[in-house]
């Protein structure tokens, strides 16, 4: 076998058209199960009537399933619930008019939501009790000792862990090529079948993937370095 390393700049020329829509997929993935994350971590570990029950049976089964299945249960099951409720309801929508990338934004935020939802968990039973003790013997109510004290200790616990999981959802956007959705791995493909070139294009694929990573990795060690400063009292 002959490695063509000229084709292989060609391609990672060609991909990087690709890069900006595996990183909205990411972005939108991680930002929208963050907050699906975040709410059911509260309603676990506040024991909420119903809702503990819901949200506990949801991570259970989004982490016992694989992503790709997520994706196509929300590629062939979410149009058929639409025409249910449009049916239902009298409106006039067409389920046809979904674009593909959405398919991938909900099926990504589920399953984004159910492993974050574990992430801040943890780093909400990291924080020592009591803390909310200290804050209301100051005056303060339950959100105002959440969003002041509690919620940032807990962020700043659980950044390695979320930092994993958004290099995750970054990999997994990968599968959106399975509803023709143009990602990198998408484009490598196209690239190759014009001259079936595959090994070379997936390496530019795998180099962009690894320089990604390295960025975002980068990022949350200079984030994760504030923070420990900050604690320390040393940002003012």
Request: glycine share 8%.
């Amino acid at each position: 076998m002959n490695i063509d390393p000229s084709f292989i700049w060609t391609a990672f020329l060609n991909l990087l058209s690709a890069v900006p829509t595996t990183l909205l997929i990411t972005v939108v993935s991680v930002t929208a199960g963050f907050v699906i994350g975040l709410l059911t971590a509260f309603a676990r570990l506040y024991q909420v009537p119903v809702l503990s029950q819901l949200s506990a049976g949801y991570v259970t089964f989004i982490r016992g399933t694989p992503m790709l299945t997520h994706l196509l249960l929300i590629y062939f099951g979410l149009p058929m619930l639409l025409e249910v409720l449009s049916a239902g309801m009298g409106w006039k929508f067409d389920p046809a008019a979904i674009p593909m990338i959405g398919f991938a934004f909900v099926s990504f935020s589920i399953t984004a939501g159910a492993y974050m939802s574990e992430v801040i968990r943890s780093g909400l039973l990291a924080v020592d009790r009591g803390q909310f003790e200290a804050a209301y013997s100051v005056g303060m109510a339950t959100p105002q000792a959440l969003k002041r004290i509690i919620l940032p200790q807990a962020l700043a616990a659980s950044l390695p862990n979320l930092s994993n999981s958004v290099i995750g959802m970054l990999h997994g956007s990968s599968l959106a090529f399975t509803v023709s959705v143009v990602d990198i791995n998408a484009k490598a493909q196209i690239v190759a079948s014009t001259n079936w070139k595959f090994f070379e294009s997936y390496l530019a694929a795998a180099g962009i993937f690894w320089g990604l990573t390295l960025l975002l990795e980068r990022l949350s060690a200079v984030i994760e370095k504030r923070i420990t400063l900050y604690n320390r009292g040393g940002i003012t």
